[in-house]
């Protein structure tokens, strides 16, 4: 049962265009969620995270956007740069769920962004 | 730099055996999680531990264990290996362990069983 999914393996975007990464979830104990990016052969970076209490987080180019009612998330990375060609997690916390879910984050399965020149 | 180590980068090893990957929080960060990337699962959390106890648990196999010493840095044990424990092996830390702060990753360990 895939509770954070990202449903586009893959977004290809031009330099200086906005680039739109989606994420679902079906958890409604969720109330804490990231992006994080991944460069191949690192660790995940945090880039933003948003509580379930807002519905906007901005980060200089970043924004997150959270529809809570449609349990849907999407960041925004405006400029896109080709540096920011790398794998975009969505992941997810039950931080108010207490016991057995303290902390742990449910990551979907990515989405490889290419900003091209 | 997250702030976060792991050692060691690679390991190669066969099947049946055991192996220990040991991870360093950043400064000050309480707690330490584990987690597993394999190609089909992504990123799948095993285990938390908080200030020494373990906080909360994953899909953690039994052949897998874990503690958190006093000086807060962290060990992952996986005995009886099988090829599909084939995977990078990644620790996080937070300043705390109720998710209200954001995880910190090291640069993993990829272990490949042969």
């Not at chain 1, 990551?107 to 020149?117: A, C, E, S």
């Not at chain 2, 874990?66 to 424990?85: I, K, M, R, T, V």
Request: with cysteine; charged share 15%; glycine share 10%.
């Amino acid at each position: 049962d895939q509770q954070v999914k990202q449903n586009s393996p893959s977004l290809s975007v031009q330099e200086g265009r906005i680039s739109i990464l989606n994420c679902d979830y079906t958890n409604s104990m969720f109330d804490y969620f990231l992006w994080y990016k991944k460069y191949p052969a690192e660790g995940p970076t945090f880039l933003i995270s948003i509580s379930s209490i807002k519905d906007k987080n901005e980060d200089g180019r970043f924004t997150v956007f959270l529809n809570k009612s449609a349990k849907h998330l999407s960041l925004h990375i405006v400029p896109s740069q080709p540096g920011d060609s790398a794998v975009y997690f969505c992941a997810a916390s039950a931080r108010g769920a207490g016991g057995t879910s303290y902390g742990k984050l449910t990551f979907g399965q990515g989405t490889i962004l290419t900003v091209h020149p | 730099d997250s702030g976060v180590t792991q050692t060691p980068k690679h390991l190669i090893t066969a099947t049946g055996q055991r192996v220990t990957l040991r991870c360093s929080p950043r400064s000050g960060d309480l707690s330490v999680y584990w987690y597993q990337q394999s190609l089909d699962q992504g990123l799948q959390f095993l285990i938390q531990y908080y200030n020494g106890e373990e906080r909360a648990k994953g899909n953690i196999l039994e052949r897998f264990s874990a503690q958190q010493f006093p000086d807060l840095h962290s060990e992952l044990n996986l005995s009886s290996l099988e090829l599909g424990d084939s995977a990078l092996y990644f620790c996080a830390s937070s300043a705390q362990g109720d998710g209200t702060y954001e995880q910190y990753f090291g640069p993993g360990t990829r272990l490949t069983v042969t």
